[in-house]
């Protein structure tokens, strides 16, 4: 019934950037966290940031902060990722996904997954 439908991957520069955008729909309760995460091959997959729709709690990983921003347009149901000054360990598969908790939580709680986008970043 949730649906998550993810856009915004591709390759570029390092130092580029690039905007991801999820749009949700099916969600009907009322507080709800939006996550945003990474997985690069051989590694472990890792939440990148995350924002609640109710009191607008915001969270970002150490190794993006400075550089990515989440936000959301409750009206159009989506929610972004800008990611400024991309370097190369920036590359990985980026999802989004949604849980019926806080943000942050652990990633148990998200129970619903876009099918993820490719982002590369490389000279």
């Known amino acids: 019934q949730v649906q998550l439908v993810e856009s915004g991957g591709g390759l570029v520069q390092p130092g580029g950037s690039l905007r991801l955008s999820c749009v949700t729909a099916?969600?009907?309760?009322?507080?709800?966290?939006v996550g945003w995460f990474r997985q690069a091959p051989g590694k472990e997959r890792e939440a990148v940031s995350c924002?609640?729709?109710?009191?607008?709690?915001?969270y970002y990983a150490n190794s993006v902060k400075g550089r990515f921003s989440i936000s959301s347009d409750n009206a159009k149901r989506t929610v972004y990722l800008q990611m400024n000054n991309l370097k190369p360990d920036d590359s990985a598969t980026y999802y989004c996904?949604?849980?019926?908790?806080?943000?942050?939580?652990?990633?148990?709680?998200?129970?619903?997954w876009g099918q993820g986008t490719q982002v590369t970043v490389s000279s």
């Open positions: 099916g969600f009907t309760l009322p507080y709800y966290s």
């Open positions: 996904a949604m849980a019926p908790t806080r943000c942050p939580s652990p990633q148990y709680e998200y129970k619903d």
């Open positions: 924002i609640m729709n109710r009191d607008g709690s915001i």
